[in-house]
T-cell receptor, first 114, second 109 residues
Framework: DSGVTQTPKHLITATGQRVTLRCSPR?????VYWYQQSLDQGLQFLIQ???????AKGNILERFSAQQFPDLHSELNLSSLELGDSALYFC?????????????FGPGTRLTVL | ELKVEQNPLFLSMQEGKNYTIYCNYS?????LYWYRQDPGKSLESLFV?????AVKQEGRLMASLDTKARLSTLHITAAVHDLSATYFC?????????FGKGTRLHILP
């Protein structure tokens, strides 16, 4: 158990809908990262937050957005869902964004768009 | 554009043998990571390599980094079945992380 929690574990929805994925980092970790894993695209870094502020942005679509709240939990919002958004979404946390920082991954949310 | 290539993509090997997974990347980077993923599971961080010549070891796994050659290796010594998993390398440049496609390692008893 990494100490990172994600909810829900599974999510099935229809095209065009909007969903919110939630991540609670390990106690004391200030950074949260979001990743997408699919058969087509492999593993992709989406976005990172550090202590409530966006720190780095990867291949995140404009239909997707994220935020980190004062209690440090984070939410990833996916809107206007398409079939290709079906994937595993992982979040990870680390103490800070310093050199050599180890990331701890949550169990993931499996999103299926029908 | 930063690209990361791993090879091989699939490796089947006997227990007790040694082997190396290679990770090449196309431009300079700030950090290099190795991760492990068991089937149906999340990712586990194995190593973070920061500088040229860095070497880290954990059990039967050893990772090294040659920034001049833009190459990292993950060496497996005397493989055991428990090491069967998919191994990913990832390169971090300007806080953007790019993953390789992963190496699926299958260790036969």
């Amino acid at each position: 158990d990494s100490g990172v929690t994600q909810t829900p574990k599974h999510l099935i929805t229809a095209t065009g809908q909007r969903v919110t994925l939630r991540c609670s980092p390990r106690s004391g970790d200030l950074s949260v990262y979001w990743y997408q894993q699919s058969l087509d695209q492999g593993l992709q870094f989406l976005i990172q937050y550090y202590n409530g502020e966006e720190r780095a942005k990867g291949n995140i679509l404009e239909r997707f957005s994220a935020q980190q709240f004062p209690d440090l939990h984070s939410e990833l919002n996916l809107s206007s869902l398409e079939l290709g958004d079906s994937a595993l979404y992982f979040c990870a946390s680390s103490v800070q964004r310093g050199a050599g920082d180890t990331q701890y991954f949550g169990p993931g949310t499996r999103l299926t768009v029908l | 554009e930063l690209k990361v290539e791993q090879n091989p993509l699939f490796l089947s090997m006997q227990e007790g043998k040694n082997y190396t997974i290679y990770c090449n990347y196309s431009t300079t980077s700030d950090r290099l990571y190795w991760y492990r993923q068991d089937p149906g599971k999340s990712l586990e961080s194995l190593f973070v390599l920061l500088s040229n010549g860095a070497v880290k070891q954990e059990g039967r796994l050893m990772a090294s980094l040659d920034t001049k050659a833009r190459l990292s290796t993950l060496h497996i010594t005397a493989a055991v079945h428990d090491l069967s998993a998919t191994y990913f390398c990832a390169v971090d440049r300007d806080d953007k992380i790019i993953f390789g496609k992963g190496t699926r390692l299958h260790i036969l008893p």
